[in-house]
């Protein structure tokens, strides 16, 4: 069935360092993709997203490319700050479909 | 943000009294969908709704039913609460469902002793 496999965490990062969270997915044709973010006592906010391939999903500084060939959405930040710290994850809905299906989530630290 | 409301915020409760959460938009979207979140797990479709009166199973449905007879609620009933039951519970919204991003409400918490 379709999975999302994310990076373990917790990825701890000092701040305005470049930032990569792993993302791959399993589905058949032509996903969408989805980047979500929660921070603490509040629920998922979307961050980004992309719905065929080579779409590139920007906001706020983030930054996700939808690669085919390589089944990958990985969420990348050029310099993080203290208030990005937070869970994100990654997500699909299969090609027609109408359902989420989310990959475990990585929490994401960075100090000052 | 997306106008999603649910209540309560938190609960607790004790293991064989049924539980009701309720999920209130303001959008008018057409599509409606219950969540758990667990350490480990990410977020789990429990049911969803594509309109009035529809609705269908997600991969965790087992223990939980679900109404919806406005467009604007959609309520999640445990009949029979277990602590396996304790969990944050999100609602989403969405449009036309289809490929389309979903959007969150602010989540329950709810304890089950």
């Known amino acids: 069935g379709d999975s999302v496999t994310q990076m373990e965490g917790p990825v701890t990062l000092s701040e305005e360092a470049f930032l990569t969270i792993n993302c791959t997915y399993t589905a058949t044709g032509y996903p969408s993709l989805f980047w979500y973010v929660q921070y603490p006592g509040e629920g998922l906010q979307l961050l980004l997203k992309a719905t065929k391939a080579d779409d590139k999903g920007s906001n706020k500084g983030f930054e996700a490319t939808y690669r085919k060939e390589t089944t990958s959405f990985h969420l990348e930040k050029g310099s993080v700050q203290v208030s990005d710290s937070a869970v994100y994850f990654c997500?699909?809905?299969?090609?027609?479909?109408?359902?989420?299906?989310f990959g475990a989530g990585t929490i994401l630290r960075v100090k000052s | 943000d997306a106008g999603i409301t649910q209540s309560p915020r938190h609960k607790v409760t004790e293991t064989g009294t049924p539980v009701t959460l309720r999920c209130h938009q303001t959008e008018n979207h057409r599509y409606m969908y219950w969540y758990r979140q667990d350490p480990g797990h990410g977020l789990r479709l429990i049911h969803y709704?594509?309109?009035?009166?529809?609705?269908d199973k997600g991969e965790v449905s087992d223990g939980y039913s679900v109404s919806r007879s406005k467009t604007e609620d959609f309520l999640l009933t445990l009949e029979s609460a277990t602590s396996s039951q304790t969990s944050v519970y999100f609602c989403?919204?969405?449009?036309?469902?289809?490929?389309?991003?979903?959007?969150f409400g602010p989540g329950t918490r709810l304890t089950v002793l």
């Open positions: 997500a699909l809905i299969k090609e027609y479909g109408n359902k989420l299906v």
């Open positions: 989403a919204i969405s449009e036309s469902g289809v490929r389309e991003a979903q959007f």
């Open positions: 709704s594509y309109g009035v009166k529809d609705t």
